[in-house]
T-cell receptor, first 110, second 115 residues
C-alpha cells in the first residue's frame, strides 16, 4: 500500500510566524510532489509543485523536497489568518498513481 | 489559466432519482480527469479515473453501475449518480490534468443532498 502521511494537526501558529508543514511518502518511484490548500467547504487549490531535491520558493511559500528521506515540506512565511486551512500533500504519479495525504489543519492566530 | 468548472454547484434531489454532474476544463485539454468524493471533515476519496475515449477506472469499493462516468471529449467529463440515496449525499469534486503536464487542477465541487 503506497502511502502519504501528514500530521492531521491542528498546527497553531501566531500571525507573522513561519508555519512548517511536513509530509512523508512511501513510493520511491514518485516523481512529482504537490501542495494544495483547502478551505472548509471548498475544493483544493494548487499552491505549488516540486520535482527536484532542494527548495522551491513562490512568494511566501517554500516547498522543500528530499527524495532520499522521502520527505516533502511546505513553509509559509509571515503567516496570516487567511492562511488558516487544511494543507494537502500529493505525490505522483510514480510507480503507482496520485496519492493524497489526509491533510494538516493550520490555524493562524491573530 | 488551468480553470476547471463544475455544474451544478449544488443540487438537492429526491431519493431514487439520478443526478448528472459536469466537469469542464475551460482553457486546456485534459486526457485524464479524476472524480473524488469528500464527506464532512474527512479527506478526499478518489472514486474513479476518467480517460478521454475509454472506460473509467473505478477504485475498489466504488460501484461502477451506480456512479456512471463518461469522458466524451478532451474538455468534458460527467458523473451520473444513479438511483441516489441519502448516503450518497456528499461533496463531489473533479480534477483535470492538462495534456503534457502532471498537475491536477480541481473544480469547485458539487454539493449533493439526497432527501
Amino acid at each position: 500500500q503506497k502511502e502519504v502521511e501528514q500530521n492531521s494537526g491542528p498546527l497553531s501558529v501566531p500571525e507573522g510566524a513561519i508555519a512548517s508543514l511536513n509530509c512523508t511518502y512511501s513510493d520511491r518511484g514518485s516523481q512529482s510532489f504537490f501542495w494544495y490548500r483547502q478551505y472548509s467547504g471548498k475544493s483544493p487549490e494548487l499552491i505549488m509543485s516540486i520535482y527536484s531535491n532542494g527548495d522551491k520558493e513562490d512568494g511566501r511559500f517554500t516547498a522543500q523536497l528530499n527524495k532520499a528521506s522521502q520527505y516533502v515540506s511546505l513553509l509559509i512565511r509571515d503567516s496570516q489568518p487567511s492562511d488558516s486551512a487544511t494543507y494537502l500533500c500529493a505525490v505522483g504519479p510514480g510507480t503507482y498513481k496520485y496519492i493524497f495525504g489526509t491533510g494538516t489543519r493550520l490555524k493562524v492566530l491573530a | 489559466g488551468a480553470v476547471v468548472s463544475q455544474h451544478p454547484s449544488r443540487v438537492i434531489c429526491k431519493s431514487g432519482t439520478s443526478v448528472k454532474i459536469e466537469c469542464r476544463s475551460l482553457d486546456f485539454q485534459a486526457t485524464t480527469m479524476f472524480w473524488y468524493r469528500q464527506f464532512p471533515k474527512q479527506s478526499l476519496m478518489l472514486m474513479a479515473t476518467s480517460n478521454e475515449g475509454s472506460k473509467a477506472t473505478y477504485e475498489q469499493g466504488v460501484e461502477k453501475d451506480k456512479f456512471l462516468i463518461n469522458h466524451a471529449s478532451l474538455t468534458l467529463s460527467t458523473l451520473t449518480v444513479t438511483s441516489a440515496h441519502p448516503e450518497d449525499s456528499s461533496f463531489y469534486i473533479c480534477s483535470a490534468i492538462p495534456v503534457g503536464t502532471d498537475t491536477q487542477y480541481f473544480g469547485p465541487g458539487t454539493r449533493l443532498t439526497v432527501l
